[in-house]
């Protein structure tokens, strides 16, 4: 009898090291990053882990990283999957933008950690944000069609790293510190526009878009 109660707990015991032995595998998104971003502003990512196995992840600790590999901030993943989603753990949180120009690569990071009697593996997602001054200038920019005069509605603008869509109307508004920049417009089934422009004020810039049945792209 004291033999099969021993062989008993022995065999829950090698079940539940079994269990925690087991590593599950996880993935990781990021999103809700700006970008560009302006000099030390605060932003709010979320950062979401899923595992193959369809655990529930809710309660566990994800961290961000800088460019240096410094920890920036952690989150605790909530009690809901992302909606539309069934198994995807979400956490906000709160990050301060690199203080210098240029383009920073940040990652966000899950430990490896047991959660629901299971290890999971860790994972990690790269995410990058672009930094700058803040706006000096509001730049408009209007978009016609060149072979019917008329507005373009949802073409691309971008200045730099600076971007929008077109309205009804035509026309997007850009803020913008003062510099030199690219202006890029496009919309489908249009030649892409693509000049420099130096910006020190406040600008209205017009633009006229030429058809062209076999464009299908930025390029």
């Not at 993935?27 to 700006?34: D, E, F, G, L, Y």
């Not at 990050?95 to 240029?102: H, I, S």
């Not at 790269?126 to 209007?142: D, I």
Request: charged fraction near 25%; glycine fraction near 10%; include cysteine.
């Amino acid at each position: 009898m004291t033999e099969g109660l021993e062989e008993a707990r022995e065999s829950e015991s090698s079940s539940a090291s079994s269990a925690v032995a087991q590593k599950h595998r996880t993935s990781m998104a990021v999103w809700n990053v700006p970008t560009p971003i302006e000099h030390g502003a605060r932003f709010n990512p979320r950062i979401g882990v899923r595992c193959d196995d369809g655990c529930v992840l809710s309660g566990a600790t994800v961290e961000v990283l800088d460019d240096a590999g410094k920890r920036a901030a952690t989150g605790t993943l909530g009690p809901d999957p992302w909606g539309g989603t069934p198994d995807l753990y979400w956490a906000e949180v709160e990050l301060r933008a690199p203080v210098d120009d240029g383009y920073h690569g940040w990652s966000a990071g899950f430990p490896q950690a047991t959660v629901a009697s299971f290890q999971h593996d860790q994972a990690s997602q790269a995410f990058g944000l672009s930094t700058t001054k803040p706006p000096e200038c509001t730049v408009t920019v209007g978009v016609t069609d060149g072979d019917t005069r008329e507005p373009v509605d949802g073409a691309y603008v971008r200045l730099g790293l600076h971007s929008g869509y077109t309205d009804e109307s035509g026309s997007v508004k850009v803020a913008l510190p003062k510099d030199s920049y690219e202006l890029v417009v496009w919309k489908t089934k249009h030649k892409m526009h693509r000049n420099t422009i130096v910006i020190a004020k406040d600008e209205d810039i017009r633009v006229e878009l030429t058809g062209c049945k076999v464009c299908t792209g930025l390029a």
